[in-house]
């Protein structure tokens, strides 16, 4: 059996982050262990959450894990709370990284603003973890910002094409950007593989609406798809998929709530898909 470790916050509610990352990457068969980076009373979209900052129990649970000569599968990490997290978490890719898939999702900002709490400049210390990952998962938000480029809410596969050569700059073998749309009814992912130079796309459905906490659901899924031996372009669609399948869940339930998406009720179609994709069906 697989194992990963995951970095980043524990929301207590919210419905992101950790508590989107174990459920999902459990239910896909993987072991998911977790590196908290801080406790939140809500995620940071809800007005006046509480914040308990973890970096300093980052590096001793670190450490204990070497004595145990605990090793991963993959390193995910996903949202980080200061500069020197970010610094811990490099020394921790360099500990742990050997033999492990690493997997940054720089979840710091949406819809063309930074989440509370994170300044102009810590996109650009965010981009110095990109450099030694396999996969980065920004949305176009976060890729704008990590390049310095102008946020637009228009674009063309041109502009997303030169947010990609931008990230493979950074250093990653291999970049997404989420989010991406380019035609109003449509939603999803592009990707770009810097060592053969290709690109790929998968697109869904787009609801009119703005779903808080879908990065995670995607970035997690991801990371169980790779570990379950699928392309990381399977993975990608498998996740596009998934995620397009939680909001419809959501749209369709009257009671749902603003802060997340129903990600729960659609498992059963994510492992569905997963099983059939790993028996062997081609992903269509
Ligand atoms: O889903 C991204 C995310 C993760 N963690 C925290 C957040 C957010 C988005 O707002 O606030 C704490």
């Not at 009373?41 to 649970?61: I, K």
């Not at 090793?71 to 890719?93: E, K, M, P, W």
């Not at 997303?160 to 449509?186: E, N, P, W, Y």
Request: glycine share 10%; with cysteine.
């Amino acid at each position: 059996m697989k194992r990963i470790v995951s970095i980043q916050d524990i929301s207590d509610i919210g419905k992101c982050s950790l508590t989107v990352a174990l459920p999902v990457i459990s239910a896909m068969g993987v072991e998911c262990a977790v590196l908290p980076t801080a406790v939140l009373s809500a995620h940071s979209q809800f007005e006046g959450f509480r914040f308990h900052d973890l970096t300093d129990e980052m590096q001793p649970a670190a450490e204990h894990w070497k004595e145990l000569g605990i090793g991963f599968d993959a390193i995910y990490t996903g949202y980080l709370g200061s500069y020197r997290q970010v610094d811990i978490v490099s020394g921790f890719f360099r500990d742990f990284g050997s033999g492990a898939k690493i997997i940054v999702d720089p979840a710091m900002a949406d819809n063309g603003v930074l989440y509370a709490g994170f300044d102009a400049g810590f996109p650009g210390k965010m981009a110095e973890l990109c450099r030694g990952a396999d996969l980065i998962l920004p949305n176009v938000t976060e890729a704008c910002f990590m390049l310095g480029e102008e946020y637009r809410e228009e674009y063309d596969r041109a502009y997303i094409r030169g947010l990609l050569q931008g990230l493979a700059g950074l250093g990653a073998k291999k970049s997404a950007v989420t989010g991406v749309s380019f035609d109003k009814d449509k939603l999803g992912v592009v990707a770009y593989d810097s060592e053969t130079g290709e690109y790929f796309s998968r697109f869904g459905e787009r609801f009119p609406a703005i779903f808080h906490g879908t990065g995670d659901i995607f970035a997690s899924a991801v990371t169980g798809a790779i570990m379950n031996g699928l392309s990381v372009n399977d993975a990608l669609s498998l996740a596009v998929d998934y995620t397009l399948e939680c909001i419809r869940m959501t749209v369709k339930d009257p009671r749902h709530n603003w802060y997340g998406v129903n990600f729960e009720q659609a498992i059963p179609y994510l492992i569905k898909r997963l099983s059939a994709v790993s028996a062997g069906a081609a992903y269509l």
